[in-house]
């Protein structure tokens, strides 16, 4: 570098020009050192200021954004002009990977198979749910509060312990009761972790694990549900395989809710995780006062809700084809480590 | 340790292959000279859930090729696999009083050696073991064909249910297999059962493992002694009728279920899908799986076929991808998304690639030839890139001497990356 300044200090005519490009490497120079990552410091003193430095400015440029577009906002609003609008964030869903198993709406194929799948005649109101509820051999605490919860969610089901019997002897058993759905909560160290939905008489069976179960008594202001029949939501189930698992849930509830009771069971499926959430709505309403300062008094109706319910999170392993048989069973969609390519791949 | 890089390949070769589903539809995919991605082009059939097609079976000879489907409604049809026109269809001919749905048909074979009148025989075989051997004429318009036709029936197995069935290429030997049923061997002129196999022996803990062939296929063209069998407890065996009646090689692979076996033409080579997907080629001198098929395949395989000239197989299943793969480097090639689970796809033979399927199918074998060529010409360039790629990797290599950085590294890689996707470009 030095060398390079003696050679320009020669130019005797651009001496301020000298000086300039001094400070243009310099800032080349602080530009070099800034692009060295934080993580790339061995130091772990030097690093963790390094990135608290990085961090706050950030974070103070991220506030002058926030300000600077409210400004241009408020400005926009009061010279009376459209403000510009706001720019959509990039999420992880948003930025999906394209799947080309993404259902289009009025496929001819697709509403053939929906008439022809194991679930038809349920969604057809030939045949009304029943549900068969057991546990794995051994269950203790959680897992019965669990179940006793669940059965106040789905109307029809009724828990058989599960004793010594094989699954197989018990799906033959649940098929020749009319059943209609088989779920076994499999608990480990006291706490549910898994969920086996099986249809029957031939449906498919989906393994699901089980995480973040909280029971209605540890949620805050819980509601406790009535015995009308819920209504169901089912989110974002958009590919063939998330709606197969969407049809396979939604064949546990009956088809007509009774719209009475104001009890709505959600399965909301985002990034190929189901969150599971009970809740009772009810209309109100409100009287608020006009912020302009006049007393006059408007109803306004709004909807309130309350939790009632488990709530926890499912998260599908595997779907097989025909009722649960784990050696010669054929699997119509399994999770496998080497499908995890991206964070931005979905199946459901 | 799996391979994790990619090798380059100029995608997939002029193929045509039929996909058979539970709907009762068949699609027809190809992949052209032009575009070298395989893509769905024809439909036939309406979706319809009791059409399901069980099996099927192709004669692709030159002129005049026909294919026989099996449905669910235990109609059997002869189609055109070129159009899809439906020259006969044959109502179920062997039903004592049963419902069709309680005996479906597992194996289907179109016999090759129909004489070029329009007379063919088709071999079908149901689960309890009700074989049927039917002749009859099929004329080229009509849908009537069923008047002149001569049926042997004979019954494979009494007890147990029948799951795989397929007649060696020389058409003159078949082999049967299924849940409680050994593989057994037919002649096809007599009707007689010639060998039966005999199941292995208890292992070391006293456990015997009562037989269930889930998949069967001859190992060599022509020799129907060779057989190789894919059973419920996730194993691939050989059968040698000439050496031994117990199996003599047996390899054991993953732990589901195998579904679909299929040889290669080469005589030792065997392809098996298994029930969560996997698929692998084996060795079946050494009993040595020789790669497993990567690829991101999550449902069950039903069917595997190899292509007679291209060095490529198809497998699909009830995830409904049609998946081709390239034998030697074992990459994928093409998967293409047919919407409802599938559960047999073929390869046909006589397709070039070029644009008009029909008029080309004129001269097949001077086609080839050109296609031949220019395969050659594009491994070539293939190869020069190649060297290209090595050469600024070379040279960028020096330059890493000289500044030994992490910045340089990682600005390196992302360099080579560039060069890497201009030069593939």
């Given at each position: 570098?030095?060398?390079k300044?003696?050679?320009?200090?020669?130019?005797?005519?651009?001496?301020?020009?000298?000086?300039?490009?001094?400070?243009?490497?310099?800032?080349?120079?602080?530009?070099e050192?800034?692009?060295?990552?934080?993580?790339?410091?061995?130091?772990?003193e030097?690093?963790?200021?390094?990135?608290?430095?990085?961090?706050?400015?950030?974070?103070?440029?991220?506030?002058?954004?926030?300000?600077?577009?409210?400004?241009?906002?408020?400005?926009?609003?009061?010279?009376?002009?459209?403000?510009?609008?706001?720019?959509?964030p990039?999420?992880?869903?948003?930025t999906?990977e394209?799947?080309e198993?993404?259902?289009?709406?009025?496929?001819?194929?697709?509403?053939?198979?929906?008439?022809?799948d194991?679930?038809?005649?349920?969604?057809k109101?030939?045949?009304?749910p029943?549900?068969?509820?057991?546990?794995?051999?051994?269950?203790?605490?959680?897992?019965?509060?669990?179940?006793?919860?669940?059965?106040?969610?789905?109307?029809?089901?009724?828990?058989?312990?599960?004793?010594?019997?094989?699954?197989?002897?018990?799906?033959?058993?649940?098929?020749?009761?009319?059943?209609?759905?088989?779920?076994?909560v499999?608990?480990?160290?006291?706490?549910?972790?898994?969920?086996?939905?099986?249809?029957?008489?031939?449906?498919?069976?989906?393994?699901?694990?089980?995480?973040?179960l909280?029971?209605?008594?540890?949620?805050?202001?819980?509601?406790?549900?009535?015995?009308h029949?819920?209504?169901?939501?089912?989110?974002?189930?958009?590919?063939?395989?998330?709606?197969?698992?969407?049809?396979?849930?939604?064949?546990?509830?009956?088809?007509?809710?009774?719209?009475?009771?104001?009890?709505?069971?959600?399965?909301?499926?985002?990034?190929?995780?189901?969150?599971?959430?009970?809740h009772r709505?009810?209309?109100?309403s409100?009287?608020?006062?006009?912020?302009?300062?006049?007393?006059?008094k408007e109803?306004?109706?709004i909807?309130?809700?309350?939790?009632?319910?488990?709530?926890?999170?499912?998260?599908?392993?595997?779907?097989?084809?025909?009722?649960?048989?784990?050696k010669?069973?054929?699997?119509?969609?399994?999770?496998?480590?080497?499908?995890?390519?991206?964070?931005?791949?979905?199946?459901l | 340790?799996?391979?994790?890089?990619?090798?380059?390949?100029?995608?997939?070769?002029?193929?045509?292959?039929?996909?058979?589903?539970?709907?009762?539809?068949?699609?027809?995919?190809?992949a052209?000279?032009?575009?070298?991605?395989?893509?769905?082009?024809?439909?036939?059939?309406?979706?319809?859930?009791?059409?399901?097609?069980?099996?099927?079976?192709?004669?692709?000879?030159?002129?005049?090729?026909?294919?026989?489907?099996?449905?669910?409604?235990?109609?059997?049809?002869?189609?055109?696999?070129?159009?899809?026109?439906?020259?006969?269809?044959?109502?179920?001919?062997?039903?004592?009083?049963?419902?069709?749905?309680?005996d479906?048909?597992?194996?289907?074979h179109?016999?090759?050696?129909?004489?070029?009148?329009?007379?063919?025989?088709?071999?079908?075989?149901?689960?309890?073991?009700?074989?049927?051997?039917?002749?009859?004429?099929?004329?080229?318009?009509?849908?009537?064909?069923?008047?002149?036709?001569s049926?042997?029936?004979w019954?494979?197995?009494?007890a147990?249910?029948?799951l795989?069935?397929?007649?060696?290429?020389?058409?003159?030997?078949?082999?049967f297999?299924?849940?409680?049923?050994?593989?057994?061997i037919?002649?096809?002129q007599?009707?007689?059962?010639?060998?039966?196999a005999?199941?292995?022996?208890?292992?070391?803990?006293?456990?015997f493992?009562?037989?269930?062939?889930?998949?069967?296929?001859?190992?060599?063209e022509?020799?129907?002694?060779?057989v190789?069998?894919?059973?419920?407890?996730?194993?691939?065996?050989?059968?040698?009728?000439?050496?031994?009646?117990?199996?003599?090689?047996?390899i054991?692979?993953?732990?589901?279920?195998?579904?679909?076996?299929?040889?290669?033409?080469?005589?030792?080579t065997?392809?098996?899908?298994?029930?969560?997907?996997?698929?692998?080629?084996?060795?079946?001198?050494?009993?040595?799986?020789?790669?497993?098929?990567?690829?991101?395949?999550?449902?069950?395989?039903?069917?595997?076929?190899?292509?007679?000239?291209?060095?490529?197989?198809?497998?699909?299943?009830?995830?409904?991808?049609?998946?081709?793969?390239?034998?030697?480097?074992?990459?994928?090639?093409?998967a293409?998304?047919?919407?409802?689970?599938?559960n047999?796809?073929?390869?046909?033979?006589?397709?070039?690639?070029?644009?008009?399927?029909?008029?080309?199918e004129?001269?097949?074998?001077?086609?080839?030839?050109?296609?031949?060529?220019?395969?050659?010409?594009?491994?070539?360039?293939?190869?020069?890139?190649?060297?290209?790629?090595?050469?600024?990797?070379?040279?960028?290599?020096?330059?890493?001497?000289?500044?030994?950085?992490?910045?340089?590294?990682v600005?390196?890689?992302?360099?080579?990356?560039?060069?890497?996707?201009?030069q593939?470009?």
């Amino acid at each position: 570098m030095g060398f390079k300044r003696k050679k320009d200090s020669q130019d005797l005519g651009s001496e301020f020009d000298d000086d300039e490009k001094v400070k243009k490497m310099k800032k080349t120079v602080e530009k070099e050192k800034k692009e060295i990552l934080p993580s790339m410091i061995k130091n772990k003193e030097k690093r963790s200021e390094v990135h608290a430095k990085l961090k706050i400015q950030k974070k103070l440029e991220k506030r002058k954004k926030i300000k600077a577009r409210d400004a241009a906002e408020k400005r926009a609003l009061e010279l009376g002009e459209e403000p510009l609008p706001r720019e959509i964030p990039r999420t992880i869903e948003n930025t999906r990977e394209h799947d080309e198993t993404v259902c289009k709406a009025f496929d001819e194929e697709l509403t053939a198979w929906n008439d022809a799948d194991e679930f038809s005649s349920i969604y057809k109101c030939e045949r009304t749910p029943k549900i068969l509820f057991t546990t794995s051999r051994f269950n203790s605490t959680r897992g019965p509060a669990f179940i006793s919860e669940l059965c106040d969610v789905f109307p029809n089901s009724h828990y058989y312990k599960r004793g010594t019997y094989d699954l197989k002897k018990i799906v033959e058993y649940a098929k020749n009761k009319d059943f209609t759905s088989l779920i076994v909560v499999h608990t480990n160290r006291r706490e549910p972790d898994a969920l086996l939905i099986i249809g029957l008489p031939d449906g498919p069976t989906a393994h699901f694990k089980l995480s973040k179960l909280v029971l209605r008594k540890d949620i805050k202001n819980h509601g406790n549900p009535t015995k009308h029949d819920p209504e169901l939501i089912l989110n974002n189930f958009t590919t063939r395989l998330g709606l197969r698992v969407g049809r396979l849930i939604g064949s546990l509830l009956p088809q007509n809710p009774d719209l009475l009771g104001r009890r709505v069971v959600t399965f909301h499926n985002q990034r190929d995780f189901i969150f599971f959430r009970h809740h009772r709505y009810i209309y109100e309403s409100k009287e608020t006062k006009e912020a302009t300062g006049s007393k006059k008094k408007e109803a306004k109706m709004i909807a309130r809700l309350q939790e009632c319910g488990p709530r926890f999170t499912m998260k599908l392993i595997s779907l097989q084809h025909g009722t649960f048989d784990t050696k010669s069973g054929e699997y119509e969609w399994v999770h496998k480590p080497d499908m995890d390519t991206s964070r931005r791949r979905f199946f459901l | 340790m799996p391979r994790t890089t990619t090798v380059e390949s100029s995608g997939c070769p002029p193929i045509r292959a039929l996909t058979f589903d539970v709907l009762g539809l068949i699609k027809v995919v190809e992949a052209r000279v032009d575009n070298r991605l395989a893509k769905m082009v024809d439909r036939w059939g309406e979706p319809d859930s009791s059409r399901c097609i069980l099996a099927a079976s192709l004669n692709d000879r030159k002129s005049n090729p026909l294919l026989a489907i099996a449905r669910k409604c235990c109609a059997i049809e002869i189609l055109n696999p070129l159009n899809g026109n439906v020259f006969a269809e044959i109502a179920d001919a062997a039903n004592d009083g049963q419902k069709p749905e309680d005996d479906p048909v597992v194996g289907l074979h179109l016999f090759k050696n129909g004489g070029t009148d329009g007379s063919c025989t088709v071999l079908t075989c149901t689960t309890k073991g009700n074989a049927c051997m039917r002749s009859f004429t099929v004329s080229n318009s009509l849908k009537d064909s069923t008047s002149d036709c001569s049926t042997i029936s004979w019954k494979v197995f009494g007890a147990g249910n029948i799951l795989c069935s397929k007649v060696v290429t020389s058409e003159t030997h078949a082999v049967f297999g299924g849940k409680g049923v050994e593989v057994n061997i037919w002649d096809l002129q007599k009707c007689t059962k010639i060998w039966t196999a005999k199941s292995p022996p208890k292992n070391s803990l006293g456990i015997f493992t009562p037989s269930w062939f889930t998949s069967a296929t001859f190992l060599c063209e022509d020799d129907h002694r060779k057989v190789v069998a894919g059973t419920n407890c996730h194993q691939v065996r050989l059968y040698d009728a000439s050496a031994q009646r117990r199996p003599v090689i047996s390899i054991d692979f993953r732990e589901t279920a195998i579904k679909a076996v299929s040889e290669d033409l080469d005589g030792y080579t065997i392809y098996a899908g298994n029930s969560s997907g996997d698929l692998a080629s084996f060795d079946i001198r050494t009993g040595k799986m020789l790669g497993s098929f990567m690829g991101q395949c999550s449902g069950s395989i039903r069917s595997i076929d190899r292509h007679p000239n291209f060095p490529v197989i198809a497998s699909c299943g009830i995830d409904s991808y049609l998946r081709i793969w390239d034998i030697k480097s074992r990459q994928l090639l093409s998967a293409v998304y047919l919407k409802q689970s599938l559960n047999s796809v073929l390869f046909d033979s006589n397709f070039s690639g070029e644009v008009e399927p029909v008029t080309s199918e004129s001269n097949p074998g001077g086609e080839e030839q050109d296609e031949g060529v220019q395969i050659g010409d594009e491994d070539g360039a293939s190869q020069s890139k190649k060297r290209k790629n090595k050469a600024t990797k070379e040279g960028l290599g020096k330059k890493k001497v000289a500044k030994e950085n992490g910045i340089a590294k990682v600005k390196m890689q992302k360099m080579s990356k560039k060069f890497g996707s201009h030069q593939r470009v």
